[in-house]
């Protein structure tokens, strides 16, 4: 146990160190893709519906979707990744039950695992994130591929499943629809803009960058969320290893006392004998 509890606190103090470096990166990414969904929906605003991009305005159906189900590929965190693979599982019944196809896309080695053993008829590809900070390597090929499968008529509606990282002690599952783009019609700015080129055209280059941004915003928001997690996991191990340390202590020195005690007695007893 006193190995055990010395483990759990080095995984705390590691887990506490790249917290503090994740929390950063997402913080840092959450401007970018806020304006980005801003300057989305101010384009849309002058656009009607049928010259809109299908990336914005959709095929029209709602029969086919994609999830995206994004996790960490190490466990010891809690509940942080069962609570997304939970929230997934969720959303996935509720389509199965409407009768609408599902397809599944995993990143994370956890959601593959978890998955898997229900879902694995619906999978079409999963990936792995790794020890590194996630980037623009790990995400363009899962947007590309994401791009190709829409482009290719295979589904209508693509949702993106992960955890919004609040604070240390919070972590979020959320749902965000990457296909077609979510608009804010409250949130935007009210300034008006004279575009060149035109809005259409914005949109086609500014769409699937956006699938792209997302996605990784979306992946460091997790990472931050999974060395919180495992900060607080690790912590509550390491003082349930040290509260059974101190039990074990106590039923140890009872257990000696009492054999010294029975030796004692029989020594006496084998004197007075004498």
Do not use: C, W
């Not at 619906?122 to 947007?143: C, D, M, N």
């Not at 979510?182 to 949130?187: A, H, K, R, V």
């Not at 992946?219 to 039990?247: C, H, K, P, V, W």
């Amino acid at each position: 146990m006193k190995s055990t509890q010395k483990i759990t606190k080095a995984l705390q103090m590691v887990a506490a160190a790249k917290l503090r470096r994740s929390q950063q990166a997402a913080e840092a990414a959450r401007p970018y893709a806020q304006r980005m969904s801003a300057m989305i929906s101010n384009l849309a605003a002058g656009i009607s519906g049928s010259s809109a991009p299908l990336l914005l305005g959709g095929t029209g159906k709602d029969d086919r979707h994609l999830l995206i189900v994004a996790t960490a590929d190490r466990g010891l965190a809690g509940a942080f990744n069962s609570a997304i693979v939970r929230e997934a599982r969720r959303k996935i019944a509720e389509l199965i039950n409407a009768g609408k196809t599902v397809k599944i896309i995993t990143v994370g080695r956890k959601a593959k695992d978890q998955l898997r053993r229900q879902y694995g008829a619906h999978f079409i590809e999963s990936y792995e994130i790794g020890v590194k900070t996630p980037g623009l390597g790990l995400v363009q090929p899962i947007a590309k591929r994401v791009l190709d499968l829409f482009n290719a008529g295979e589904f209508d509606v693509v949702t993106l499943v992960h955890s919004r990282y609040k604070s240390v002690v919070t972590q979020v599952p959320t749902l965000k629809q990457l296909i077609p783009a979510q608009i804010d019609e409250t949130g935007g700015s009210s300034a008006f803009y004279e575009y060149e080129p035109d809005e259409v055209s914005i949109l086609q280059e500014l769409l699937p960058q956006n699938i792209t941004v997302q996605i990784l915003a979306a992946l460091l928001e997790n990472q931050a969320g999974f060395y919180a997690s495992q900060m607080a996991a690790m912590d509550n191990a390491t003082r349930n290893a040290g509260d059974l340390i101190n039990a074990l202590t106590i039923q140890m020195n009872r257990t000696r006392q009492a054999k010294i005690t029975t030796e004692l007695i029989e020594i006496i007893a084998g004197a007075a004998a004498v």
